[in-house]
C-alpha cells in the first residue's frame, strides 16, 4: 500500500481483494478490462464524487438505484464497478472497466473498504456506543476523557469527526456514515497514532442490512438507553433491539492480528430494563451505571442540577468508595453519560474512577446538546437535539420544575421528520403539552412529506392547548423562532428542540442551509440583545 497523504491510499484491486474479502464480501463474478489488475485511487458510493481510478458501489437505495449512476461513475473516471444481480454491464470492445457482481452491494462495501484501507479498526482500540438517546454525548465524553488521561484518541458521531489530528464538524445527517467513510476515518486515525477510537453505533449502522459496522473490531461496547425510535427502517421494536445488541455480539467475534491483551468488555445503563437483553448476548464483563441510586458499579445516590451543570455523589460499589462530581454539562440526563465515560475509560486504563474524577470538570458540553444562547436577554434559550418522546420525557420534566419554582414558563419549539417514524409525532405533542405552558410546531426535516400535515400530527396529541394562544403551527423554522421569542416573558425559557448541531433542513426538491444555534443569536440580535461567550465542544 502507498500513501502519498494520511487517508489517501493506492491500491492494486487484487492486493485488497483477497479470498477472505471475496468470500465476505459476497463476490459472485469478476469480469476484467484490459486492465487485469487496475490501481485503485479510492472508493466512492457516490458517483458525483468520482475521481479518475475509483472504485464506485452502485449501491440499492430508498427511491433510487446506484445502477442508473454508473454511467455517469465512468464518464467521471471509476475503473472499477460493484454492481448487484438487477444488473449486468455492456460489454465494450476495448473496454478497461472491470465489473464485480455481488450479492448486496451495500453488504459488500463493509469488507472491501476494510480490506482497501488495511483493516485500520484492528490496529487501535474501538469502543462503540449505542442507544435511543445519550450516544453523541457520551461519545464525546469518552473521547475527551481519554485525551485528558493522557491517550491519543479519534472519534466519529452525530456532531463531529476527531482523526487525531483535528476535529471537524459532521457535514452530514448520518449518524454512523457508510462503511467507506468508517474505514477511511479510521485509517486516517491509525495513520495518525491514535490509540483509542470511540464509534457511535447507531441502530442503522448495526444492522446487518446496511452492515455499515459489519468488519469494525470493536473492543468495548456502550448501552446507553434503548426507547422505541426508528420503526420506519426496522418495523418492530424486537428487531430495533436485536439490531443495537451487533454491537454486544461483536466483542465475541474473531479479531485476527488485534493485540490479545487488549481490554474487552461492556459497559450499560443498569436503570434500562433492556440491559439484560444485551448482556446476555455477549460473554465478555458488563459494568454498570445507575442515575437513579440502583445497584451497579457506579451509582448516583444524590444529584442537584442546575442551568451550569450538575453536582452528584455516587458510589463506587467495587472500589468501596463515594466520589463528589462537579460537571458543566446543562441538562440533569447528563450524569449517566458521564458515569458511562468514566466506566469505560477506568476499563481501559485500569484507573480508578476517583482517579478521572478530578477531569470531570474540564469535559466541555456538545454543540446543539442541552445549549445554552446567552445574548442577556430576560428569558433562557437552550438548543437541544431531542428529537423522540423518549428524549422530551428526558429533558423537559426537570426544566418545567426548575422554571416554575423561579415563577416562568416553558415554551416549547420543535418539529418531526418526515419519512421516519410516524407514531412517535403524537406522542411527541402530548408531552410537549404536558411539560410546556406554549408550543410552537415548526419544520425539522420534512423530507417528501407535506410540512403542515406532519404538524397536524404532532398537534393531534395536544389536547390542551388553544390554536394562536398557546399553540402555533408555523412551518418556517426562523419566522416560529422570532414569535417565540416575541412571546418570552423575563424568567421564561424558550427550549429549540430537533435539530441541535444539525446543518440543513430537508425538503423534498431542496435543502437549505440552517444552523439553530446561530439562528437563535440572530434572532435576539434582531431584539437587539447581544452575544456573549458560551461554552461548548
Known amino acids: 500500500?502507498?500513501?502519498?497523504?494520511?487517508?489517501?491510499?493506492?491500491?492494486?484491486?487484487?492486493?485488497?481483494?483477497?479470498?477472505?474479502?471475496?468470500?465476505?464480501?459476497?463476490?459472485?463474478?469478476?469480469?476484467?478490462?484490459?486492465?487485469?489488475?487496475?490501481?485503485?485511487?479510492?472508493?466512492?458510493?457516490?458517483?458525483?464524487?468520482?475521481?479518475?481510478?475509483?472504485?464506485?458501489?452502485?449501491?440499492?437505495?430508498?427511491?433510487?438505484?446506484?445502477?442508473?449512476?454508473?454511467?455517469?461513475?465512468?464518464?467521471?473516471?471509476a475503473a472499477v464497478i460493484v454492481h448487484g444481480e438487477d444488473y449486468e454491464p455492456?460489454?465494450?470492445?476495448?473496454?478497461?472497466?472491470?465489473?464485480?457482481?455481488?450479492?448486496?452491494?451495500?453488504?459488500?462495501?463493509?469488507?472491501?473498504?476494510?480490506?482497501?484501507?488495511?483493516?485500520?479498526?484492528?490496529?487501535?482500540?474501538?469502543?462503540?456506543?449505542?442507544?435511543?438517546?445519550g450516544k453523541s454525548t457520551t461519545v464525546c465524553l469518552i473521547y475527551q476523557?481519554?485525551?485528558?488521561?493522557?491517550?491519543?484518541?479519534?472519534?466519529?458521531?452525530?456532531?463531529?469527526?476527531?482523526?487525531?489530528k483535528k476535529e471537524i464538524w459532521n457535514p452530514e445527517h448520518q449518524t454512523t456514515p457508510e462503511a467507506v467513510t468508517i474505514h477511511r476515518l479510521l485509517a486516517e486515525m491509525r495513520d495518525n497514532g491514535v490509540e483509542y477510537a470511540v464509534i457511535e453505533s447507531s441502530s442503522h449502522g448495526l444492522s446487518k442490512r446496511t452492515n455499515r459496522l459489519g468488519d469494525v473490531a470493536f473492543d468495548v461496547a456502550v448501552l446507553t438507553t434503548m426507547n422505541h425510535d426508528h420503526m420506519e427502517f426496522h418495523g418492530t421494536w424486537e428487531q430495533y433491539r436485536n439490531d443495537k445488541a451487533e454491537l454486544f455480539r461483536s466483542l465475541d467475534h474473531k479479531t485476527y492480528d488485534k493485540n490479545e491483551a487488549t481490554p474487552r468488555f461492556a459497559v450499560a445503563n443498569n436503570d434500562d430494563p433492556s440491559i439484560y437483553y444485551f448482556t446476555n448476548v455477549t460473554k465478555h464483563k458488563t459494568y454498570t451505571y445507575s442515575s437513579r441510586g440502583a445497584k451497579a458499579d457506579l451509582?448516583?445516590?444524590?444529584?442537584?442540577?442546575?442551568?451550569?451543570?450538575?453536582?452528584?455523589?455516587?458510589?463506587?460499589?467495587?472500589?468501596?468508595?463515594?466520589?463528589?462530581?462537579?460537571?458543566?454539562?446543562?441538562?440533569?440526563?447528563?450524569?449517566?453519560?458521564?458515569?458511562?465515560?468514566?466506566?469505560?475509560?477506568?476499563?481501559?486504563?485500569?484507573?480508578e474512577p476517583k482517579a478521572l474524577a478530578k477531569h470531570i470538570l474540564y469535559l466541555k458540553p456538545v454543540?446543539?446538546?442541552?445549549?445554552?444562547?446567552?445574548?442577556?436577554?430576560?428569558?433562557?434559550?437552550?438548543?437541544?437535539?431531542?428529537?423522540?418522546?423518549?428524549s422530551f420525557k428526558a429533558v423537559l420534566p426537570p426544566l418545567k420544575k426548575r422554571i416554575i419554582a423561579s415563577g416562568g414558563r416553558v415554551i416549547s419549539l420543535f418539529g418531526s421528520a418526515g419519512e421516519r417514524d410516524t407514531n412517535k409525532?403524537?406522542?411527541?405533542?402530548?408531552?410537549?403539552?404536558?411539560?410546556?405552558?406554549?408550543?410552537?410546531?415548526c419544520d425539522e426535516d420534512p423530507r417528501s412529506e407535506d410540512p403542515v400535515a406532519i404538524l397536524e400530527e404532532i398537534a393531534s396529541g395536544i389536547k390542551d392547548k388553544k390554536r394562536e394562544e398557546t399553540l402555533f403551527?408555523?412551518?418556517?423554522?426562523?419566522?416560529?423562532?422570532?414569535?417565540?421569542?416575541?412571546?418570552?416573558?423575563?424568567?421564561?425559557?424558550?427550549?429549540?428542540?430537533?435539530?441541535?448541531?444539525?446543518?440543513?433542513?430537508?425538503?423534498?426538491?431542496?435543502?437549505?442551509?440552517?444552523?439553530?444555534?446561530?439562528?437563535?443569536?440572530?434572532?435576539?440580535?434582531?431584539?437587539?440583545?447581544?452575544?456573549?461567550?458560551?461554552?461548548?465542544?
Open 145 to 164: 476523557l481519554l485525551k485528558l488521561a493522557g491517550c491519543k484518541a479519534g472519534f466519529i458521531s452525530t456532531v463531529m469527526l476527531g482523526n487525531g
Open 299 to 351: 451509582s448516583i445516590q444524590m444529584i442537584t442540577s442546575g442551568g451550569n451543570g450538575n453536582w452528584y455523589d455516587v458510589k463506587a460499589e467495587p472500589w468501596g468508595n463515594y466520589l463528589l462530581i462537579r460537571d458543566r454539562l446543562p441538562g440533569a440526563f447528563n450524569p449517566g453519560n458521564v458515569l458511562a465515560a468514566m466506566l469505560v475509560v477506568s476499563g481501559l486504563l485500569s484507573l
Open 425 to 441: 409525532r403524537s406522542e411527541q405533542g402530548e408531552i410537549a403539552a404536558k411539560y410546556s405552558d406554549i408550543v410552537f410546531l
Open 367 to 390: 454543540r446543539g446538546r442541552m445549549t445554552t444562547i446567552d445574548q442577556d436577554q430576560p428569558f433562557e434559550v437552550i438548543v437541544d437535539y431531542a428529537h423522540t418522546p423518549s
Open 1 to 77: 500500500m502507498s500513501k502519498k497523504t494520511p487517508g489517501k491510499y493506492s491500491r492494486k484491486l487484487k492486493d485488497f481483494l483477497d479470498a477472505s474479502t471475496i468470500k465476505k464480501a459476497g463476490i459472485i463474478t469478476q469480469k476484467f478490462g484490459k486492465e487485469k489488475n487496475p490501481v485503485l485511487t479510492g472508493l466512492e458510493y457516490d458517483s458525483r464524487h468520482i475521481k479518475k481510478g475509483n472504485l464506485f458501489f452502485a449501491l440499492p437505495g430508498l427511491h433510487t438505484n446506484g445502477i442508473k449512476f454508473i454511467d455517469s461513475a465512468v464518464k467521471n473516471g
Open 90 to 133: 455492456v460489454p465494450t470492445v476495448g473496454s478497461d472497466i472491470a465489473y464485480i457482481k455481488v450479492k448486496d452491494p451495500r453488504y459488500a462495501m463493509s469488507a472491501m473498504a476494510s480490506s482497501f484501507y488495511g483493516h485500520p479498526s484492528r490496529h487501535m482500540t474501538i469502543i462503540g456506543v449505542t442507544g435511543t438517546e
Open 473 to 537: 403551527l408555523i412551518p418556517d423554522r426562523p419566522a416560529a423562532i422570532r414569535k417565540a421569542f416575541s412571546l418570552a416573558k423575563p424568567g421564561d425559557l424558550v427550549i429549540l428542540l430537533g435539530k441541535g448541531h444539525e446543518n440543513s433542513i430537508i425538503y423534498a426538491d431542496k435543502t437549505i442551509p440552517y444552523d439553530e444555534i446561530n439562528e437563535a443569536k440572530n434572532a435576539l440580535a434582531e431584539m437587539g440583545f447581544k452575544e456573549n461567550f458560551n461554552l461548548e465542544f
